[in-house]
């Protein structure tokens, strides 16, 4: 290999996961030593990777390993002010605690007199939402798709064994890692579905993939999480929702009787799949594990081996 090309794609893997484990080491090593006190000076600030309603998002890297993260800054006065505290609290305590490959990691996260920062592993692709805007005709071919939903039913299967409702699956939520993989973010919605709190009446989400038990405010579980997953399979393959419509009272009547037209490019297994998920009653829809072997995914992202199948993250 001459001097000047680039580096071989396996090496560059094989630095990032070098990084990514020293850097996990200085987070263990920090806890055990009682110095869990990450400041800003451990980084150096890169280029704004987005803004959200409460704080700014900035690429940055740990200046002791060099691993690349993604710095969310937020304002403690903000979050006052909006009460979203709470909020925050949760989202903390749920991301730092499950680890699957396909659930943007919470690495660290610490404070100063008036912000919070979290640390998030890099998703260097961005969010899915983009990449759906960047498509022509905004619409993935089938294998992309059923890649994409199978890693999204992975991760929230790995959600609900950990009793966590994510409530707010959505393109803009889903983040694509520099492997193409997805990494679900934002869990400023989810609910631990405690024993006490099994079935929850809060309405969470977003309007075009509201669950009908949550337009009819009636009491819901981690089922709302598997409504939302053929809201996106739809939406990835047709390029909009399914039930969308002029006004909300209208969007909310359709939603409820889940009638689904599927335009003609839509194939009978991705129509079986979709509808199988859009259920009104909670308990007809597929379970996340039958997703996963549905014929439309086996048939476009078939597992090669073991090795392909997801791993708890390290
Ligand atoms: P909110 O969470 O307040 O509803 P949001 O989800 O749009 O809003 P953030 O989570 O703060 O906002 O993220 C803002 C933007 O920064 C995202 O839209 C995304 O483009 C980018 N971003 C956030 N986290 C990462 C990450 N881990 N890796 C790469 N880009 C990220
Ligand atoms: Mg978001």
């Known amino acids: ?15 990032t996961e070098l990084m990514e484990r020293r850097m996990l080491e200085e987070i263990k090593r920090r806890r055990d030593a009682g110095q869990d006190s990450w400041a800003l000076e451990d980084f150096e600030i890169g280029c704004p990777l987005g803004r959200g309603k409460f704080g700014r998002v900035y690429l940055a890297r740990e200046k002791i390993t060099k691993y690349p993260v993604a710095l969310k800054l937020l304002v403690k006065n903000e979050l006052v002010k909006h009460e979203m505290e709470e909020q925050l609290t949760r989202e903390i305590e749920i991301q730092s605690h499950l680890k699957h490959e396909n659930i943007l990691q919470l690495l660290t996260y610490f404070v100063d007199e008036k912000r919070v920062f979290l640390v998030l592993e890099y998703a260097s692709k961005g969010e899915l939402f983009r990449e759906l805007n960047a498509q022509k005709h905004r619409r993935f071919e089938e294998p992309k798709c059923a890649k994409y939903i199978y890693q999204v039913a992975s991760a929230l299967q ?58 009819k405010n009636m009491e819901h579980t981690h089922l709302v999480d598997n409504w939302c ?21 209208e969007a ?63």
């Open 1 to 15: 290999m001459s001097r000047m090309e680039p580096p071989q794609q396996t090496s560059l893997a094989h630095e």
């Open 158 to 215: 790995a959600c609900h064994d950990c009793q966590v409702i994510h409530r707010d699956i959505k393109p803009e939520n889903i983040l694509i890692s520099a492997r193409g993989d997805i990494k679900i973010a934002d869990f400023g919605w989810s609910v631990h579905n405690s024993s006490q709190t099994k079935r929850r009446k809060t309405i969470c989400g977003t309007e075009h993939y509201l669950a009908p038990e949550m337009v």
């Open 252 to 314: 909310f009547r359709r939603i409820c009787k889940a009638h689904i037209d599927f335009p003609p490019y839509i194939g009978t297994l991705a129509r079986d799949l979709i509808t199988k998920l859009l259920q009104v009653k909670p308990e007809d829809r597929l379970c996340l594990k039958e997703v996963m072997m549905h014929p439309f995914i086996v048939k476009h992202w078939p597992l090669k081996s073991v090795d392909d199948a997801p791993k708890p993250a390290k």
């Open 229 to 249: 997953v053929g809201i996106l399979c739809y939406e990835l393959l047709v390029g909009r929702t399914p039930f969308e419509s002029k006004s909300s009272p």
